[in-house]
């Protein structure tokens, strides 16, 4: 869904079926630094997967 995957934050999103952006995407995720950069990556996952946060993502889901 789009409210996990963030464009161009946290992965690529492409239409579905277009083979031509599925494969600039995975270009652009090999050689874009962004999406293989350590601090990046941590300081993502330090803001967004606390065990807190995961359970209110939870409980708001069951209870949508």
């Given at each position: 869904p789009l409210d996990i995957v963030t464009d161009?934050?946290?992965g690529?999103?492409?239409?579905p079926g277009?083979?031509?952006s599925?494969?600039?995407a995975m270009v652009n995720?090999?050689?874009d630094s962004?999406?293989?950069d350590k601090d990046h990556i941590s300081a993502?996952?330090?803001?967004?997967?606390t065990w807190p946060g995961?359970?209110?993502k939870m409980v708001e889901y069951y209870l949508a």
């Open positions: 161009d934050r946290v690529l999103l492409v239409p277009d083979i031509v599925l494969a600039e995720v090999v050689t962004r999406f293989h993502f996952a330090r803001e967004h997967f995961q359970v209110k």
